[in-house]
Every structure is written in structure tokens, then in C-alpha cells.
């Protein structure tokens, strides 16, 4: 039976089994993290908190990033956001979500205060050393509490997907979603109670969270999740925790790599595999990989409307593919044409996506759903292929969406925040190949005043979290347009790599 709502998934761990370790920090069993988690969902009902309102979460990875998440969904609907934002990036998220309540580390968080919304309240909690939940806030009212919890149907978790044209969408995760999902990811890399993951990504993503702690919350298996990432560090948590697998996308692993002189080293005695995924992941990196760790690196296909993973490589004795995310896992996957029509088996056009996990449609958003689904498939914006063996191989995206290192970037907010400044006349962002981001930001603009590349490259910084800020910037006297007039980024690239 699938559980009703995302803390739920908790009930599977066995009482005294690791659950959630926080290195140099905290460590918590199943039964102590289900009691912290149901009293803050209790401390949030008596702060006002209850079904359908939105709880922005500002966190960067640790305990309370997990906690507060399983807490809000638990009893409302979660909406975690990137501690990195700036002010103006924040006002338009907590806004646009229509968060109730704020959720930040004491004393921290400025940005985020400063851009809530009229109304909302702002609640501070954090957990400490010995594990205890501390949770302040205005309104929190005395007595028990009798707890409304969330359903299946109801929306336990917010993010936002970039566009290429328009402002970032908002993608509204019912639970059974995020728990169809959750059991994909079980099913497919065969996730137990004696497995541990090693969180490298960030939580307030679907990648980190979903595949790195609810798919091992629903095996009863360990997370252990790094406060910070670091390439230096990461080798002596492995020998430290001695995780069985991890997952990042191909830029972390990248990094690791590069500190690595020999096959094996300490600290991947237990690993069973390795998971790559949120952006296309090189022949020529699997392939050390599989050689510096040796077990089979498993590429796979994941983006938020679908509640992260979609399809991917299988675990041996079945067959996996350097340039291929696998086979659909619980998912269907279809490849049609421009019209919608299904192609044929080998025949290049959009992949197409239908299953339990995915979205009912984008939230207020009427125009992007109807050109989001076809016949009840959801459409990706990525083009691809499929193989007689159900194979996907992906060709590269229809959309224009920036992939920084798994970072998924809207260009036309970078166009937005450049066209405020009094002295551009025009801007067009896009993405330029990294070897090791696979695609930096760069912007072409046109002036109307006086400004200096530095100049408006500190107008971005102010504006734009680190890393959407452009690392190449192009003053033009025009911007590039193809021969019917129109900008398209991708020809403003090439036109411009030209020059």
C-alpha cells in the first residue's frame, strides 16, 4: 500500500536502524527521527501551519534541511528554495509559490526575511548537537495539537523548472507523485535496508532529495548527508561511512575523479554502484569511473515533473550503455514527432513521458500546460531516440534551458535582470560549452549608455545567485538573429563564436 503522504515513507525503517547521518553532527535512528519529525509537524500545526499552505524552507544541506521538509509535507506543502538566491530572487519565489510561512536557521537567512511576503510569518528552527528540535516563531499557539494530516492527492511538495522564454514555472508534486516515484528508484537499483547513500547533492533540488534521502528512507536504509560538499572531503567520508552507492550529477564526479591516481582507493569496499544523472554524463568519464571505483556507473534521466527519475541504466546482469539514461523505470516512454504522432522504433524526435510520478500540469499556468501535454503524455522538450530494447538515448534539448553542472538555468531571466540596467538596450543569454561545468552562462547585449563589462557583470552579481551569473559577456552593436529575423540563442552562439 503506498503511503499517504512523504513522512510516511519513515514508517518503513526498522526502530534502532541508522536513518539520517549528519557528519560531525548529528546522528539519528528511525525512531528518533519519526519523533522529531511528527513534533515539528506539530510545532507547525501550532504555529498556524495546515493543509494546502505553502512553507518556503531556506536551508542548505544538513538535518533540519530533511526534517523540516518531512515536517512541512507531512501537514502542508513544502517549498524548499536555494539558500544562494538574493533578495530579488527570493521575493519572486516566496510570491509566486503564495508562501504562508518561512522557514530559516536563526539569525540567518537575511535576504529570504527581507523578501517575504506581507502577512507570511517567518518561523526559525534548527536541531542541535544532541539532537533536540528548536522551533520560535510568532503565533505558536499552547496545548496539543490534533494533527490534519496530508493525503495522497494533496501536494506535499514546490519547486520550480526553468523556461526558456518565460519566468521559472511552478511544478506542484502531489504525494502519491513524490511516492511513486520514491518506489521507482527502490525497484530499479534493488535499495535495502543495508544500503547507504551518500548525499552529495543539494536537498532543496528533486535529484538530492528524492533519490539521495526518500529512496533510502523507503529501503530502511542510511543517508548520510554532508553539511558541505567539497572534492577534498569527499574521499575521507567514504572511508569514514563506507557508503554502498551515491548519486550526483556528472560535475561533482567529475571532481572527484580529478583527485583520484588509483582503482579502488579506501572507502569503496561496499559500494555497489554509482548513479550519474541531471545532465548528460560522457563516455569517455563512465568509463573511469567504472575503472577508478570498480562497479558499474549508472546513467539516468530525471527532471522535476516527473519527480525526478524517469528512466535509467538497469544494475548487472542487464545491460547498461555509455550515451544512453537506460530503459523507463515505471515510466512509459514514447518518442513522437512535431504533430504528435508516435515514430518509430530508431526515429529521432521528442521524448515523451507518461506514469504515476509524473505532474498533473504546471500550477496556474494554463498556456505552458497546453503545450506541455499531448494525449495524456507529458512532452520533455528533449530530443532523443529509443532502441528495440526500450533503450533512450538523448540528443539534445528542444528547449533552451542553460545546464550548468546539473544546474538548470533560465536564460531569459538573466535577459531580464541585464535589460534593468538603464544603459542596455537589449540582452540574450545563453549557454556555451565548460569542460567542466558542460555549459557556462554568456550573455550578448546591446548598449543604449556608457557601461563597462565589469560593470554590468557586478549589476548581475547583485541580482543573480553565483551561478547564474554570466562568465562571458559580448557588448554588440546588434544581437545575432537568423535570416527570418528571429533570436534564437543557440545561433546568437554560434554567431558569435564565429566572431
Not at 504562508?100 to 536557521?105: D, E, I, M, T
Not at 544546474?407 to 542596455?424: F, W
Amino acid at each position: 500500500m503506498a503511503p499517504s503522504n512523504v513522512a510516511a515513507l519513515l514508517e518503513l525503517g526498522a526502530h534502532d536502524h541508522p536513518a539520517l547521518v549528519i557528519p560531525d553532527r548529528v546522528s539519528l535512528s528511525y525512531a528518533r527521527l519519526r519523533e522529531l519529525t511528527d513534533e515539528a509537524a506539530r510545532s507547525l500545526a501550532s504555529h498556524g501551519v495546515g493543509i494546502n499552505d505553502r512553507v518556503a524552507i531556506v536551508y542548505p544541506n544538513g538535518p533540519e534541511a530533511i526534517l523540516l521538509f518531512l515536517a512541512a509535507s507531512m501537514v502542508a506543502t513544502a517549498c524548499p528554495l536555494n539558500p544562494a538566491y538574493k533578495e530579488d530572487e527570493f521575493r519572486f519565489y516566496l510570491e509566486d509559490v503564495g508562501a504562508r510561512f518561512l522557514l530559516v536557521p536563526p539569525r540567518e537567512a537575511e535576504a529570504a526575511r527581507r523578501a517575504i511576503p506581507a502577512g507570511a510569518q517567518v518561523i526559525e528552527a534548527n536541531i542541535e548537537v544532541s539532537g533536540r528540535l528548536q522551533m520560535n516563531g510568532e503565533g505558536q499557539g499552547k496545548g496539543p495539537i490534533s494533527l490534519d494530516l496530508s493525503s495522497a492527492a494533496d501536494v506535499g511538495l514546490v519547486l520550480h523548472t526553468s523556461g526558456t522564454t518565460s519566468r521559472p514555472k511552478r511544478v506542484p508534486l502531489r504525494n502519491d507523485n513524490l511516492a511513486a516515484s520514491v518506489a521507482n528508484i527502490v525497484a530499479t537499483y534493488e535499495l535495502s535496508p543495508d544500503d547507504v547513500s551518500l548525499c552529495i547533492m543539494p536537498l532543496f533540488h528533486v535529484h538530492g532529495l528524492v533519490a539521495s534521502a526518500l529512496a533510502t528512507f523507503a529501503s530502511g536504509g542510511t543517508v548520510v548527508a554532508p553539511e558541505h560538499f567539497s572534492p577534498l572531503g569527499f574521499w575521507p567520508l567514504m572511508q569514514t561511512y563506507r557508503p554502498t552507492w551515491f548519486t550526483a550529477s556528472p560535475t561533482p564526479h567529475q571532481l572527484v575523479l580529478a583527485r583520484l591516481r588509483s582503482d579502488r582507493p579506501a572507502g569503496t569496499e561496499r559500494l555497489r554502484f554509482v548513479r550519474s544523472c541531471s545532465s548528460a554524463l560522457s563516455p569517455a568519464q563512465m568509463t573511469l569511473m567504472e575503472q577508478r571505483f570498480g562497479v558499474p556507473v549508472l546513467e539516468a534521466y530525471g527532471m522535476t515533473e516527473a519527480s525526478h527519475q524517469m528512466a535509467s541504466n538497469p544494475l548487472p546482469p542487464d545491460a547498461r550503455f555509455a550515451g544512453s539514461v537506460g530503459r523507463g523505470t515505471g515510466v512509459d516512454i514514447a518518442i513522437f514527432d512535431e504533430a504528435g504522432a508516435r515514430l518509430a522504433v530508431g526515429a529521432a524526435g521528442e521524448v515523451v513521458i507518461r506514469g504515476p510520478n509524473v505532474m498533473l500540469g504546471y500550477e496556474n499556468n494554463p498556456q505552458a500546460n497546453a503545450g506541455a501535454f499531448v494525449d495524456g503524455w507529458f512532452r520533455t522538450g528533449d530530443l532523443g531516440t529509443l532502441d528495440d530494447a526500450g533503450y533512450l538515448r538523448l540528443i539534445g534539448r528542444l528547449k533552451e534551458l542553460i545546464n550548468r553542472g546539473g544546474e538548470k538555468i533560465a536564460p531569459r531571466e538573466i535577459d531580464e535582470v541585464l535589460e534593468t540596467h538603464p544603459a542596455v538596450k537589449e540582452a540574450v543569454a545563453f549557454g556555451v560549452p565548460h569542460a567542466t561545468w558542460g555549459e557556462e552562462v554568456a550573455a550578448a547585449v546591446v548598449l543604449t549608455g556608457p557601461a563597462t563589462e565589469k560593470e554590468l557583470l557586478a549589476y548581475c552579481r547583485d541580482r543573480l545567485a553565483d551561478f547564474k551569473v554570466p562568465r562571458h559577456l559580448h557588448i554588440v552593436e546588434s544581437i545575432p538573429r537568423t535570416p527570418t529575423g528571429k533570436v534564437q540563442r543557440r545561433f546568437v552562439a554560434e554567431q558569435l563564436a564565429l566572431t
